[in-house]
C-alpha cells in the first residue's frame, strides 16, 4: 500500500508516517510512505501518485491553496484517497467540498488515525475498480482484476482479457501510468503485465496463467536482463502484500 503525508511541518509528517507504520505492523499490512512539505511537491510527483492509494493532506500548512491542491488531485486521480487533517472542526465542510474521503482532526489523531486506515484499507479492499477505455472497437468498462496483460502491436495496444482483446491508440507510457495503482507491471518496453497472474520468474522468462484446466491460458515473456531485477522485486512486494 503507498501513501503519501503532505504537511509542511517535519514533526507533524514524522507523527503521521510513525502511526501509518505502527498500523501497518500491527495489521501485516506493508506500507511504502512518502513525504512531502507543500502542495506544489505533492502534485509534481505524478508517477508516485499515480501507484499510490491514500494521501494525507494537512490544511494547516502556511503554504495557501492546499484545498485547491486536494480538489486537483481528486480530480486527476479519482482513485485516490485523500484524508484531510486540520486543528479546526471548522475546516470540515471545506474538506466535503473537495470530495474528500476522511477528515481528522490533529488533537485527536493518535486515536482516529488507525481507525481511519482500518476503514479506508476495508473500503478499497470490497471496492471493485472498473475503468473506462476508448478503444477501436468502442467505448468499454473493463474490471481492471480482470486484463491479463497488454502488448503493444505497431502503432497501438493490445488489451487481453479472459473472454476478449481490445485495440486502443494510446501510447503504453500512458496505460501504464493509468493502471499503476492495480499491480501491473512493466515488464519490456511493448509488455505491461497484471501481476495477479504472475505465476512465477525464471532465467528471465515470465510465466503468466489466466483461468484453470483445459481452459488455462499461458503466456510466457522474456525479460531483458536490464528489467530483470526490477521486476523481480516488483513481483516479490505484490506477494507481500497479498
Known amino acids: 500500500m503507498r501513501v503519501a503525508v503532505c504537511d509542511n511541518s517535519q514533526e507533524d509528517r514524522t507523527k503521521i508516517k510513525g502511526l501509518i507504520e505502527e498500523y501497518g505492523r500491527k495489521n501485516g499490512q506493508t506500507m511504502e510512505i512518502r513525504e512531502y512539505a507543500s502542495g506544489k511537491a505533492l502534485w509534481e510527483a505524478s508517477a508516485w501518485l499515480s501507484a499510490c492509494s491514500i494521501v494525507f493532506l494537512n490544511m494547516n500548512a502556511k503554504e495557501g491553496g492546499l484545498l485547491k491542491t486536494a480538489k486537483r488531485l481528486k480530480e486527476s486521480y479519482p482513485s485516490l484517497c485523500v484524508i484531510l487533517v486540520s486543528a479546526r472542526m471548522s475546516d470540515a465542510l471545506d474538506g466535503y467540498r473537495v470530495k474528500a474521503e476522511r477528515f481528522l482532526i490533529k488533537e485527536d489523531i493518535e486515536t482516529t488515525l488507525p481507525e481511519c486506515l482500518g476503514e479506508v484499507l476495508k473500503e478499497l ?17 473493463l474490471d481492471v482484476s480482470d486484463i491479463f496483460y497488454v502488448e503493444t502491436d505497431r502503432h497501438k495496444n493490445i488489451f487481453y482479457t479472459a473472454r476478449a482483446s481490445y485495440r486502443i491508440y494510446k501510447k503504453l507510457d500512458e496505460i501504464e501510468q493509468q493502471l499503476a495503482p492495480y499491480d501491473f507491471v512493466r515488464v519490456h518496453r511493448s509488455f505491461l503485465v497484471n501481476m495477479k497472474y504472475i505465476r512465477k520468474i525464471s532465467s528471465y522468462v515470465l510465466y503468466l496463467a489466466e483461468g484453470t484446466g483445459k481452459t488455462e491460458h499461458t503466456v510466457e515473456i522474456s525479460v531483458p536482463k536490464s528489467r530483470y531485477a526490477y521486476v523481480k522485486r516488483e513481483y516479490a512486494a505484490y506477494q507481500e502484500r497479498h
Not at 127 to 138: D, I, N, P, R
Open 125 to 141: 479492499a470490497q471496492k471493485k475498480e472498473k475503468l473506462s477505455f476508448s478503444f477501436v472497437e468502442g467505448e468499454r468498462l
